[in-house]
Every structure is written in C-alpha cells, then in structure tokens.
C-alpha cells in the first residue's frame, strides 16, 4: 500500500549526522503536500517529529530537522544519540487515495 | 491536555466480531478527524480511514474499504474500529491519531492489539 519510498535502515555513529530520504511521486508530495514525519520508538506509539515539511513541534530538540523538494522529502538528525535508535516514517496526503493519506515504508535508525 | 485512549487488548478467534474504540479527551471532540493505523507485527504503518465525530463523513484506504468498519458516538467522544468477520491475518496493533491543521496526526492513542488465532 505504501507510496513513499524510504530506505530500510541508515545507521550512523554517536554524534554523526544521518539522513533519511522520502520518495514520492505526482499524487503526494509532488502537487505540494505537505510531508510529515514519525518516530516509533520500539514498543511504543508513533510520536510526530516534524509537521508541514520542516516544522517541529514543542518539545523536540532541534538535531532533528527536514526539508521537501519536488516529489522527494528527507528527515536530518545531526549530533545522532543513542536514544534516537528508532523507526521513522514520512507521510502525505495523496490525491490517488480515497483514503486521503499514505505513510512511507519506514527507516531503521542504528546507532552503532 | 489532549488524550486519545484506546480500549485494551483481544484475543480472538477466526470468524469472530471485534469493535474497539478510542476515546478523545482535553479537546472538542467533534472538530476533528480521528483516523486508524494498523501496524502488523514487525512491519510499518498503513493507514487505514479516517472520520470526522462531527457528521461522521469517513473515507476508507482502498486496501481496507469492505474490509472494516469506522464509527464514531460523539456523544461519548469515541470512534470505533469494527470487524465483523476477523481472519488471522488482522492480527495487528491498531492506532487512531487525530488529525490536526496540516494533516499531521498530532496525537496518538497507546494502540490495542488484535490477536486473532484459532
């Protein structure tokens, strides 16, 4: 079902920066949806990271940031920590979809 | 503060009927949309519908349309997911989120797992 393309891990050392692309395509991110992104933590609820392509919410600390560009989206996290081991994904509405929204396939995050 | 707290965990049988629920709080319940995320074990997160307490329009994913049912009783400030006829393969943790200005779904319920095994 999933749309965006994400890879299924990156892994980085302590303090390193790592990037995480979105790919979607003309029914999503391209037509100027915006993009939205998760971490899942193992075990635990899906927690927003950052909405509307590069916002974060209170509360998240500024290693993690985002941008979105034609038809693709990428999550950053510079000065990588161990507590940021996770699965994060990426979302936008698609104009394909009765559904109204798709969430990419998801990216392990191995700090190593 | 805003709450979405869903019903607990179930253990099911082939063929059985299933509803749970997921109940907002801290919020006006009826001004926002409440959708459904399953998460299969070991995989990622596939949306599933959506609804809005407020008229209860609700839209489906393609791959869940026919496949289950989305509802909402805003006079109780709770949406609902219901089988009515589950197979082992819907054995999954299901989330509702709510669905705020940009399309992010801001706030998230804890999940229920779903085991459905004979």
């Known amino acids: 079902q999933s749309v965006l393309t994400q890879p299924p891990s990156v892994s980085g050392a302590p303090g390193q920066r790592v990037t995480i692309p979105c790919t979607g395509s003309?029914?999503?991110?391209?037509?100027?949806?915006?993009v939205h992104w998760y971490q899942q933590l193992p075990g635990i609820a899906p927690k927003l990271l950052i909405y509307?392509?590069?916002n974060r919410p209170s509360g998240v600390p500024d290693r993690f940031s985002a941008s979105k560009s034609g038809t693709s989206a990428s999550l950053a996290i510079t000065g990588l920590q161990a507590e940021d081991e996770a699965d994060y994904y990426c979302?936008?509405?698609?104009?394909?979809?009765?559904?109204?929204?798709?969430f990419g396939t998801g990216t392990k995050v191995t700090v190593l | 503060e805003v709450q979405l707290v869903q019903s607990g965990a179930e253990v099911k049988k082939p063929g059985d009927s299933l509803k749970i629920s997921c109940k907002g709080s801290?919020?006006?319940?009826?001004?926002?949309?409440i959708g459904w995320v399953r998460q299969m074990p070991g995989k990622g997160l596939e949306w599933m519908g959506i609804?809005?307490?407020?008229?209860?329009?609700?839209r489906y994913s393609p791959s869940f349309q026919g496949q289950v049912t989305i509802s909402a009783d805003k006079s109780i400030n709770t949406a609902y997911l219901e089988w009515s006829s589950l197979k082992a393969s819907d054995t999954a943790i299901y989330y509702c989120?709510?669905?705020?200005?940009?399309?992010?779904?801001?706030?998230w319920g804890q999940g229920t797992l779903v085991t459905v095994s004979s």
């Open positions: 989120a709510r669905k705020d200005y940009w399309n992010e779904l801001r706030y």
């Open positions: 003309s029914s999503n991110i391209g037509p100027n949806y915006d």
């Open positions: 509307a392509n590069d």
């Open positions: 801290g919020y006006r319940f009826t001004s926002y949309w």
């Open positions: 979302q936008s509405y698609d104009s394909s979809l009765n559904g109204l929204f798709v």
């Open positions: 609804i809005y307490p407020g008229d209860s329009d609700t």
